[in-house]
Structure formats: structure tokens, C-alpha cells
């Protein structure tokens, strides 16, 4: 299996400001702020955010268990984060 090429947060900074000729630090302030915005609307107030074209952000409890002894009550439930990929990427 090859390793995946993975772009970093400052490239992806980078290119964003290079494509939209957006300064660096601007695209750096919005980023940081949309990425608060969804963290703190899906976990905090548990509700999903769509993006148009791009996905819907949203929580979902599942329940924690062993799969060696399929024990589904010893482990408490937890919180799980998933991004629903829009058409757009299929």
C-alpha cells in the first residue's frame, strides 16, 4: 500500500492564499475560526454543520466494547466525530 502524500496546515494555508491571492494570515485567521465554529456547534451544542459542496460535520454517541469477548457492557459510551462527505467528492 503506498503512503498517502499529505499536505500540511501551512501548505494548505499557502495554497489557499495563493489561489485566492487572500494574504497569508487572513486565510490563517479564517481557517482557525471555522474550525472552532464546527468543533464547538457539533460538540458543544450538539448540532451538525453543513458546508455546501464540501459536507456535513456532526457527533454521534457509540457504545465502547471488547471485541475479543464481545462485551458491550463493560465500557462506557463515547462521543464520536464524523464528516459526512458531500456528492460532490463521489
Known amino acids: 500500500m503506498d503512503k498517502l502524500d499529505k499536505m500540511s496546515y501551512s501548505q494548505f494555508i499557502s495554497a489557499v492564499a495563493k489561489n ?31 458546508i455546501r459542496n464540501f459536507g456535513v460535520f456532526k457527533t454521534k454517541e457509540a457504545q465502547g466494547r471488547n471485541v475479543q469477548l464481545n462485551n458491550v457492557k463493560a465500557f462506557d459510551s463515547y462521543t464520536k466525530f464524523q464528516l459526512k462527505p458531500s456528492s460532490h467528492f463521489t
Open 20 to 50: 485566492t491571492g487572500v494574504p497569508n494570515a487572513i486565510v490563517r485567521a479564517v481557517y482557525d475560526e471555522g474550525i472552532d465554529v464546527i468543533g464547538k456547534e457539533t460538540y458543544g451544542r450538539r448540532r451538525s454543520v453543513e
